[in-house]
């Protein structure tokens, strides 16, 4: 198969692509007015067309038609795409690439709205993040939802945007350079909620990838990509996908936070005043 025909979409979606360029129209523009590193570029693009890749092209058609295929695209969705447009530190880029007057008329008061603030205090409180970021793994991957998911165009689209933006969401939280406050969460706490967010990972990836009992039938319903596959041997790799890659993933972003962690307090001021040294006055 050429590479043009990988990049031709199975099921076409403008909502992908509005939001895909948006996002690259938005970053260029932001890198004319900031200066933003080449490494921090490659990062967001590289995340970016992780996203389109796993969304927008004949990767969706495998992914609709081989459980591990499905995990590999979630992988994409949920961790790797995320992990690296966060990485990039893009929000003041992004930010620069909106024109003036609409940021004045309209982004500003959108996220000043009261609603929109409880909202994202919810969504972004420690607790309330890793339980989506894992519960989200285990939702879509009970056989029932996962089977009505794989059929029905809405739910499935569904839970691959809701994948992306979860995993844009965690990330966001537990890769913040800047030492808190302004980030939302103290250095020690971040590398907690990435190294908690790795077990449960790990007992779903085993559980899968070591059963005998094939969980997901629906790829024999719609029809496997891979004749060559067992349905078992295909629901072992799954399982393996969301064992260990999904996992290091977490291993790394833990990482990643304990560098900014030194790395800020290492800065000149951040380090805590020392106490005044007593003068002995003679008689």
């Known amino acids: 198969m050429s590479l043009l025909a990988w990049l031709v979409p199975w099921e076409p979606s403008p909502t992908v692509v509005l939001c895909i360029a948006t996002s690259a129209v938005l970053y260029l523009r932001g890198c004319r007015v900031r200066r933003t590193s080449v490494p921090r570029q490659i990062a967001f693009w590289s995340g970016l067309a992780l996203l389109y890749i796993a969304l927008h092209t004949r990767l969706d058609y495998y992914a609709e038609h081989a459980f591990f295929v499905h995990r590999i695209q979630h992988l994409m969705l949920h961790h790797l795409g995320p992990f ?3 990485l990039s530190y893009p929000g003041t880029t992004l930010y620069a690439g909106v024109p003036l007057a609409w940021r004045r008329r309209w982004l500003r008061p959108a996220l000043d709205w009261a ?7 919810v969504l972004l409180h420690p607790a309330v993040a890793a339980f989506l970021f894992v519960g989200l793994i285990y939702f879509w991957l009970i056989p029932a939802v996962h089977f009505d998911a794989m059929l029905d165009v809405r739910l499935y689209r569904i839970m691959n945007w809701g994948m992306a933006l979860d995993g844009l969401m965690f990330w966001w939280l537990v890769l913040d350079h800047r030492p808190a406050p302004p980030a939302r969460l103290a250095p020690g706490v971040r590398i907690l909620l990435t190294v908690g967010v790795i077990p449960p990972q790990i007992v779903l990836g085993a559980v899968i990838g070591l059963s005998s009992h094939d969980f997901y039938t629906v790829y024999s319903v719609c029809g496997r990509a891979f004749t060559n596959i067992s349905p078992i041997m295909d629901q072992h790799l799954g399982g393996l996908i969301l064992w260990i890659p999904g996992s290091m993933m977490s291993v790394i972003g833990a990482l ?16 805590a005043p020392r106490a005044p040294r007593r003068v002995a006055h003679g008689k």
């Open 84 to 86: 690296l447009i966060v």
């Open 115 to 121: 609603p929109v603030r409880k909202t994202l205090d």
């Open 256 to 271: 990643v936070a304990l560098r900014h962690w030194m790395r800020n307090d290492s800065r000149p001021g951040r380090r």
